[in-house]
């Protein structure tokens, strides 16, 4: 559900947009004699649209990789009750519907951000298969210990190519 709505909002907030820029050329075309008035209406218009929503996006994408580095996300997934099984399945799904809920976010950062998002999502889902497959007798408290230890290159990566075009804002 909060998917849905957060993408709806995102079409509303992108189709405004869209009829802005739409209706700045408009009038650009039926005055030429304000030609670069109206480029520069546009340029400033467009960055004052866009900068707050790529603010957001970072900050969506930094907190989407801070809730997937081990320490944090077997801490909120850990149930000593739950069969391993649960716990492998729940901390997967877990990366995975974190990651859906942030896709959109794709339209504000550099594709090299964007892969280092992806790159450092996989690495984890990686880990999490291989602790798994690696200690097949291990209950699932001892399974947390090794995840919560791991660390994550692509994480570290991906924190800071975020940061980076954030500051470059």
Request: no cysteine; hydrophobic share 50%.
């Amino acid at each position: 559900m909060d998917f849905i709505n957060i993408a709806l909002i995102l079409l509303l907030v992108m189709m405004a947009l869209s009829l802005f820029i739409q209706h700045v050329r408009d009038r650009k075309q039926s005055d030429p004699k304000n030609n670069n008035s109206n480029d520069n209406e546009l340029s400033v218009v467009s960055s004052k649209l866009l900068i707050p929503l790529k603010i957001q996006a970072y900050e969506r994408l930094l907190l989407y990789i801070e809730r997937i580095q081990f320490p944090v996300l077997v801490k909120r997934i850990f149930n000593p009750a739950i069969s391993r099984n649960d716990f492998q399945f729940s901390l997967l799904q877990n990366v995975e519907d974190e990651f859906e809920h942030n896709l959109a976010q794709r339209l504000y950062v550099s594709e090299n951000t964007w892969s280092l998002v992806v790159l450092a999502k996989e690495e984890v889902l990686q880990n999490i298969n291989a602790v798994f497959n690696d200690n097949p007798d291990a209950d699932i408290a001892m399974i947390a210990q090794k995840l919560a230890s791991f660390n994550n290159p692509m994480v570290e990566k991906a924190v800071i190519s975020i940061k980076q075009e954030f500051n470059a804002l």
